[in-house]
């Protein structure tokens, strides 16, 4: 499974933004997707994750401001975020993984594919 991440940009503190991955090859292979994120000098942290049963979880970080979704007909998942603060500034990627339960989605040592990163800058 091959993943694209695209959709981020410069934008000030408040505002909205969309990131999207698509996915080519296997989707099947693709029983989990997430967002992952990586500020600079930091570790890449969880952000939210998307099962294909549509169950969703969020890092307490953004939870309320941002939302997973998939689109089976697309291969795709997007990450909706509001309310953007300057705390979200960080190069964001896509994940995916065939098996992973619950108890290991926030593991990024868990997935088995990843995206080339999209960055997102907010500004105050």
């Known amino acids: 499974v091959q993943l694209q991440a695209f959709g981020g940009g410069m934008v000030q503190a408040g505002t909205s933004l969309r990131l999207s991955c698509v996915a080519s090859?296997?989707?099947?292979?693709?029983?989990?997707m997430a967002w992952f994120r990586q500020a600079p000098g930091k570790e890449r942290e969880f952000v939210a994750a998307?099962?294909?049963?549509?169950?969703?979880h969020y890092a307490d970080s953004v939870k309320g401001r941002f939302t997973i979704s998939r689109d089976n007909a697309k291969k795709s998942v997007n990450l909706q975020m509001n309310n953007l603060k300057p705390e979200d500034t960080a190069v964001y990627y896509c994940?995916?993984?065939?098996?992973?339960?619950?108890?290991?989605?926030?593991?990024?040592?868990?997935?088995?594919?990843w995206g080339q990163g999209t960055l997102v800058t907010v500004s105050s």
């Open positions: 994940a995916a993984d065939r098996s992973l339960i619950m108890s290991q989605i926030r593991a990024r040592s868990q997935y088995d594919y």
């Open positions: 090859g296997d989707f099947s292979r693709t029983h989990v």
């Open positions: 998307n099962f294909r049963s549509s169950s969703t």
